[in-house]
Structure formats: structure tokens, C-alpha cells
């Protein structure tokens, strides 16, 4: 079964650092690989997206992630984090091989970023 | 083009009653998808909805269920609601293939007293 796991519940950067927000996958087929963000009270907007192609994949505001196929890894950078980028983060994979159409995403559990000024 | 709408954005409800939720896609969107968002089990997806047709369901009792119109708005009811049942109950709408992205509505947030 497809899964995605998120092992940091929080991370915290100085404002001005670089951040990583950490993401593995486990899916049978090439995943479909995509990152959220949520801030208090609101949807999820989306970030970035992997399907095919380039393994470094930029995204809104100055994100970008690399997909490394050999660690089923797809971490979330950003080279300076802003005291605006505090909020909650979700990697989703979409298993475009588990049979039939379907648009399901499966989530981590989202780690919380913290950016102290 | 406007955002995934959600209505209402908050209810509150007690347990044994029935609500509805409704969702208004991105125009031209076909594919919307429900998931419930709570602190313990985090994001889980409930149903998704291409051309009036549940194309996939998640692990939940039947007590919840869906249905997309015509115009691809889609309503999600939960009936007898329980106390466990209390959660942000997120829509996304999305162009049908696999590849496409889902954009996500600001949800409802339903309390279950």
C-alpha cells in the first residue's frame, strides 16, 4: 500500500536560513509527489508537484523539492526562510498505478515550521 | 478564476443529527474529492466524485456519503453524527487525470456536541 511519511513534527530555522522539511514515499509504480501548506484556519495550498521528468521541481515562493528516486525521498527547500513561511506542511502521493482513475492523495502527517526572526 | 468554495464555513451540531456539506468546484473542474482533517488521524480522504460517479471511497462507515450534480458541485452528509466526527472536512477540485493538481477549498469546520 502507498504511504508517505513526514519524521519531524516540527522544524525550527532562524529566519534567513535555509529549511528543509523532509518527505519518503512508499508506492508501487513512479508516485505522483506533491507538497501543501496550511496556515492556521485555512485550506491547503498547494506548493509543488513531481509527475516526470527534472528531479529538482520548483514551486511558489521560492520553494523547490527534489525527487531522488533511490531514497523514495522528496524533500521541500527553500534557501532563506521568511517568519511567512511559519505553517503547516503536508507531502501527498498520488500511486498512479493502484488501479482504476482515481485522484486519491494520501498524506503525511505534516510538520510544523517554525521560523524565528 | 475563482477558488474551490466551501459552505458553510462552521457548524455546530449534537450528536444523532445529520448535516450536509457542500462544495463548489473550480470552474471546469470535474473531480472533486472530500477528506476529513482531525489532530489524530490527520488528513484522510472520504470519496471522490468525476461526472456524477463516485470514482473512490476511503475507510469510513457509511454513515458518510456524497454526491456530485450535474454542474459538478458536490454535497458530502454525515448521518448520525458521533463526537469522533467533529473535524475540518476539506473539498478539492481538480481536472480529471492523475497528473493534475488538486486545489483545495478553505473547508468547513464541524463541531460535534
Known amino acids: 500500500a502507498q504511504s508517505v511519511a513526514q519524521p519531524e513534527d516540527q522544524v525550527n530555522v532562524a529566519e534567513g536560513n535555509p529549511l528543509t522539511v523532509k518527505c519518503t514515499y512508499s508506492v508501487s509504480g513512479n508516485p505522483y509527489l506533491f507538497w501543501y501548506v496550511q496556515y492556521p484556519n485555512r485550506g491547503l495550498q498547494f506548493l509543488l508537484k513531481?509527475?516526470?521528468?527534472?528531479?529538482l521541481v520548483k514551486g511558489s515562493y521560492g520553494f523547490e523539492a527534489e525527487f531522488n528516486k533511490s531514497q523514495t525521498s522528496f524533500h521541500l527547500k527553500k534557501p532563506s526562510a521568511l517568519v511567512s513561511d511559519s505553517a503547516l506542511y503536508f507531502c501527498a502521493v498520488r500511486d498512479p498505478g493502484g488501479g482504476g482513475a482515481t485522484n486519491k492523495l494520501i498524506f503525511g502527517t505534516g510538520t510544523l515550521l517554525a521560523v524565528q526572526p | 478564476k475563482a477558488g474551490v468554495t466551501q459552505t458553510p464555513r462552521y457548524l455546530i451540531k449534537t450528536r444523532g443529527q445529520q448535516v450536509t456539506l457542500s462544495c463548489s468546484p473550480i470552474s471546469g473542474h470535474r473531480s472533486v474529492s472530500w477528506y476529513q482533517q482531525t489532530p489524530g488521524q490527520g488528513l484522510q480522504f472520504l470519496f471522490e466524485y468525476f461526472s456524477e460517479t463516485q470514482r473512490n471511497k476511503g475507510n469510513f462507515p457509511g454513515r458518510f456519503s456524497g454526491r456530485q450534480f450535474s454542474n459538478s458541485r458536490s454535497e458530502m452528509n454525515v448521518s448520525t453524527l458521533e463526537l469522533g466526527d467533529s473535524a475540518l472536512y476539506l473539498c478539492?477540485?481538480?481536472?480529471?487525470?492523475?497528473?493534475?493538481?488538486?486545489?483545495f477549498g478553505p473547508g468547513t469546520r464541524l463541531l460535534v456536541l
Open positions: 478539492a477540485s481538480s481536472l480529471p487525470s492523475a497528473q493534475e493538481t488538486q486545489y
Open positions: 513531481y509527475i516526470t521528468g527534472d528531479n
